[in-house]
């Protein structure tokens, strides 16, 4: 087996045993972790698919912001050691036979579909990526700048009566 | 790359919408008191709504623009009118309400601002890309507008639920486009799917794609089965912004689902039989007015009877959409007189609602609305209008968006099925909207009314029974309106 | 492809394997011998009173989410910085130098990007979310 096969498997079983991890969990630090395996797993897939920006970007933005929010959620709502079984509700009849469905679709349609293979050639992708972005994805990046604005108005609207009280 | 001048012209209500909620922000934080930034959000509407006036008159342009992101054609600026309607009425609503229930703040006029622009980059976008920020941005700042009653449980349970099915639809949006975005060989504008999908239509993983987009729309439309969320988000929103999730949001979706559908996936041989995704709506429209209508006559709740009776709009509204994949003639402009006849009934119902509560009795159920007409008789006359053109009943404008959308169903042999049930549904529905109707009327009231006097609430309920009554008796000047304002074809 | 990364795999291994290896030496290879100024956390200082592991106070998350916020601005810069060459100039660039006049397409297009998220700072600072009191 070449060698890209197997860190691709190595990287595709970290994001599928944590994402399977998530739900599965019972204790809520441990379902954190295995959101970090998940998102460092798929990290790794960019890295191989030669999409480097977004392998970055997944590691700045997921891995070292939103899991940490995460983490940080742990802390504030519980005592990091003794953390109550908070994840009761498994829901594991519907559960399974959503997974079943789904994951038959998906599947078939995998095997199904033509898939075209293409020899990557790895190259810088940030380039093309800001072309796109100040180019003829301007409107929607200038856009996304609102989207942003309004996560922080978010955030200071939910958590308001915590930081002033008027 | 350069930037025409007439690039800017044509963003100019987005951009006035956009600007003034960022001013009315800091304003918020540096004047004292709210009224600035509330007066300054109103102007910003009033301004804006010149502003696609201007364009309207002058509009010739019916290619996309920016790079094929955006098309300033009639039908958005139709659209853009009645969502900028909304959300000045919304702000008129939201302003005496907050000083009532004592959660004022002025992000909030802000916010309204945002999730318009987001609405309104919907209904122009013809690029996945465009389409899929601007949902972002008008569900973000929903999101916000549902969680921003702190004191209510309900509203931080209602908000949560919001954000993650929302959340999820938004997956949906993003997977399905990166499946079409792949299949077609790298097109995500409307125009360019339209051209490869034929092609791209042999390939399972683009109908996937296209299930998906489609999915993600039906989520912010709240079709069954992906509804959950809205009863409790609708219960849990401080008034106004319900009335603006069901008013503005509802029709900025539906919009976007108009153009997504009539455009890109307009070629009817799209998978699952000769139908393709006509059939599957046709069903989905069905099983969302009928679900809506029963989960409606077993509500106490006003609040949540309406979100269900939104619900069931939304199948009626369907219908509109699968007469327009079946390319019925007349389909487009029936489904905008209707949006614009649901979405102006729809914000005035939601003013009755936010108007009778008091900060320690909210007067949500339909039992402690009885003897309303012996205290408030306008006010009780204004709902039982718009309660029958929800229903509709003539000569109210719900009647005519209803009449509209049927009659292009009914051109369709396929569709008589369709439009038999939702006959049906509306008559079921005259049943529960009646029930409010008859305790403001004929009930003994079980707690003495205390109205608080609400400039702003009283000139829009006003305008919208006016517009709902002047749409029932002469509804040519609107439809003709929408007539003009046809999806164009590039 | 994959080239450009071994360097990379090599210097993570790197890093993970020294950390184990050196803690399984300090384990297995190693003499303990255990005595009571060793057990508590600060050898040198004071004792520590009560449980490390209480409850943050919630003042942090509004800092983390405004923090996670700026985190995704910076990631959007990027791109930008790195074609701010090719984006000032009017016309293609030549070998790597502009010829065709200056274009402020790329750096308006940024400028307003910023500007509304100065918006957000201005709001959030007039709102006192970084204060801590």
């Given at each position: 087996m070449p060698t890209n096969l197997v860190v691709f498997y190595l990287f595709a079983l970290a994001a599928v045993v944590g994402a399977a991890g998530?739900?599965?969990?019972?204790n809520i630090f441990w379902s954190a972790m295995g959101l970090l395996s998940a998102l460092v797993g798929v990290a790794g897939l960019y890295v191989l698919l030669s999409a480097d920006f977004l392998a970055v970007t997944q590691l700045l933005v997921?891995?070292?912001?939103v899991l940490v929010l995460i983490i940080f959620a742990v802390m504030l709502t519980s005592q990091i050691k003794e953390i109550?079984?908070?994840?009761?509700?498994?829901g594991l009849v519907s559960g399974a036979i959503l997974f079943a469905l789904t994951g038959t679709l998906l599947c078939f349609v995998a095997i199904w579909a033509p898939w075209k293979v293409v020899l990557l050639q790895s190259h810088e992708t940030t380039t093309d990526i800001g072309n796109g972005l100040l180019g003829a994805w301007l409107l929607p990046f200038e856009v996304t700048s609102v989207v942003l604005l309004a996560t922080l108005i978010g955030a200071i609207v939910v958590a308001r009566k915590e930081i002033k009280e008027d | 790359m350069t930037i025409a001048a007439a690039q800017i012209v044509a963003l100019s209500p987005l951009l006035m919408i956009t600007g003034v909620g960022c001013l009315a922000l800091l304003l918020d934080t540096m004047a004292k008191g709210r009224a600035p930034a509330l007066w300054l959000a109103q102007l910003g509407c009033v301004a804006a709504l010149l502003a696609v006036a201007n364009q309207w008159m002058g509009s010739g342009s019916s290619q996309p623009i920016w790079s094929g992101m955006l098309i300033v054609d009639r039908m958005a600026l139709f659209l853009d009118g009645v969502l900028i309607i909304a959300a000045l009425a919304t702000l008129l609503v939201a302003a005496p309400f907050m000083r009532e229930h004592e959660f004022?703040?002025?992000?909030h006029y802000a916010l309204v601002l945002f999730a318009t622009a987001g609405g309104m980059t919907v209904v122009h976008a013809t690029h996945l890309l465009s389409l899929l920020i601007g949902i972002e941005t008008m569900s973000l700042a929903a999101y916000l507008l549902v969680a921003s009653?702190?004191?209510?449980?309900a509203g931080a349970e209602g908000a949560l639920k919001y954000l993650l099915l929302g959340a999820f639809a938004a997956g949906f949006l993003v997977y399905g486009t990166a499946l079409v975005y792949g299949t077609t060989g790298g097109e995500m504008s409307y125009a360019g799917i339209a051209a490869r999908a034929a092609r791209a239509a042999d390939n399972p993983l683009f109908i996937m794609g296209a299930y998906f987009l489609l999915t993600g729309m039906l989520f912010k439309i709240a079709a069954?089965?992906?509804?959950?969320w809205a009863p409790d988000a609708y219960e849990g929103a401080p008034t106004p912004v319900t009335g603006l999730m069901a008013s503005g949001i509802k029709v900025a979706a539906v919009g976007g689902l108009v153009r997504l559908l009539g455009s890109?996936?307009?070629?009817?041989?799209?998978?699952?039989?000769?139908?393709g995704w006509v059939r599957v709506l046709g069903g989905i429209a069905f099983a969302t007015m009928t679900w809506g209508n029963l989960a409606a006559l077993r509500q106490e709740n006003v609040k949540r009877m309406l979100a269900y009776s939104s619900i069931a709009h939304a199948g009626y509204l369907m219908i509109g959409l699968v007469a327009l994949g079946q390319k019925v003639d007349g389909a487009q402009p029936a489904l905008l007189v209707y949006l614009a006849a649901y979405a102006a009934t729809t914000l005035g119902v939601f003013t009755v609602v936010a108007w009778v509560?008091?900060?320690?009795?909210?007067?949500?159920?339909?039992?402690?609305?009885?003897?309303m007409a012996r205290t408030r008789p306008a006010v009780a006359l204004a709902m039982t209008v718009l309660l029958l053109s929800l229903a509709g009943v003539p000569p109210t404008g719900g009647f005519f968006g209803k009449f509209y959308v049927f009659r292009a169903a009914m051109q369709?042999?396929?569709?008589a099925w369709l439009v038999v049930a939702a006959v049906l549904n509306s008559l079921v529905s005259v049943y529960y909207y009646l029930r409010i109707v008859v305790a403001m009327y004929f009930r003994d009231p079980v707690r003495p009314w205390q109205p608080f006097p609400s400039v702003g609430m009283a000139i829009v309920l006003f305008v919208t029974v006016v517009v709902v009554l002047a749409l029932g008796v002469v509804p040519r000047p609107v439809v003709e309106l929408a007539a003009g304002g046809l999806v164009t074809h590039w | 492809m994959g080239s450009d990364y071994i360097a990379a795999a090599l210097a993570i291994l790197t890093g993970v394997g020294m950390a184990v290896v050196f803690s399984a030496l300090a384990r297995f290879v190693g003499e303990r011998r255990v005595t009571r100024a060793k057990q508590i956390p600060y050898e040198a200082g004071s004792d520590p009173v009560g449980s490390p592991r209480v409850r943050m106070p919630v003042r942090f998350y509004p800092v983390a989410i405004l923090f996670l916020a700026f985190d995704i601005e910076v990631a959007f810069l990027y791109p930008w910085a790195v074609n701010f060459a090719s984006l000032s100039c009017a016309g293609p660039l030549v070998k790597g130098t502009c010829r065709a006049g200056v274009s402020w397409l790329g750096l308006g297009a940024l400028a307003l990007f910023m500007a509304v998220l100065l918006v957000a700072l201005a709001y959030v600072w007039r709102k006192r979310a970084i204060g801590w009191d």
């Open positions: 998530v739900p599965m969990s019972k997921y891995i070292g912001g109550e079984v908070s994840n009761q509700n498994v | 004022e703040h002025g992000e009653w702190r004191r209510q449980p069954v089965p992906f509804h959950m890109a996936f307009a070629n009817p041989g799209l998978a699952l039989g000769h139908a509560g008091r900060r320690d009795d909210e007067r949500l159920l339909i039992r402690d609305w009885a003897g369709s042999p396929d569709l | -």
